[in-house]
């Protein structure tokens, strides 16, 4: 079975800081991605970043990077220059080659003050 | 292009009552799902379809009913609402398994009272 843990509820940032949401993950397949999504409080659900388990570098995609730990089986997400749009729920997401199926962990709510 | 739409947007039961909630994708996906997101608990999978004519149960199945008849669409069921499934429903669709991001629909938010 595959385990999401986001351990951090609620988070602040200022504007343009950057900021660290915590995702650590359990699995014991050697195949797996990590998914990161984004949840405004319009209610869809945005995909971000991927990073897979084989990747030997940290994924990025604009102000978005993963910070992937493998031996620690951490995911964290660094965002950087936040932005007042940033303000929504962050989910970590994890699938491995075994299951297929992703699992998601319980959220972090980010709000970004100006 | 679409993507993933699910009908209807939201809906209003009372106990006992039936109801299907539809999801359909126009990106020719094996992989869909449907997922209730409640608050504090992330999203929990109910069920899930690898393909055509196949689905499986996910980790909060009780009360609930799929059917992937084509590879498009995936209907979920309820067959007699509870007040615990109260909840924001939402269906995703997948081209493959664990390394494809989830294309997710707007959400369902279906209360019963």
């Known amino acids: 079975a595959q385990k999401i843990t986001q351990t951090q509820p609620g988070m602040f940032v200022q504007e343009k800081e950057a900021v660290t949401l915590d995702c650590t993950y359990d699995?014991?397949?050697?195949?797996?991605?990590l998914f990161w999504y984004k949840q405004p409080s319009s209610g869809e659900m945005i995909f971000l970043i991927y990073?897979?388990?084989?990747?030997?570098q940290n994924a990025t995609e604009g102000r978005y990077s993963l910070n992937f730990q493998k031996a620690r089986k951490s995911a964290n997400l660094v965002i950087s220059a936040s932005q007042l749009g940033d303000s929504a729920m962050y989910f970590c997401?994890?699938?491995?080659?075994?299951?297929?199926?992703?699992?998601f962990g319980r959220g972090t709510s980010l709000i970004v003050h100006p | 292009n679409a993507g993933v739409t699910q009908t209807p947007k939201f809906r209003v039961l009372k106990t006992g009552q039936s109801m299907t909630l539809l999801c359909a994708q126009d990106?020719?996906?094996?992989?869909m799902y449907w997922y209730r997101q409640d608050p504090g608990m992330g999203l929990r999978l109910i069920h899930y379809?690898?393909?055509?004519?196949?689905?499986a149960k996910g980790e909060v199945p009780d009360g609930y009913n799929v059917s992937r008849l084509k590879k498009q669409n995936f209907l979920l069921g309820l067959e007699s609402a509870a007040p615990s499934q109260t909840s924001v429903y939402f269906c995703?669709?997948?081209?493959?398994?664990?390394?494809?991001?989830?294309?997710f629909g707007n959400g369902t938010r279906l209360t019963v009272t």
């Open positions: 995703a669709s997948s081209r493959t398994g664990f390394n494809s991001p989830l294309h």
């Open positions: 699995t014991s397949d050697q195949s797996y991605g």
């Open positions: 990073q897979g388990s084989y990747d030997e």
């Open positions: 997401a994890t699938a491995s080659g075994g299951s297929y199926i992703p699992t």
């Open positions: 990106m020719n996906h094996e992989y």
């Open positions: 379809s690898v393909g055509e004519g196949t689905t």
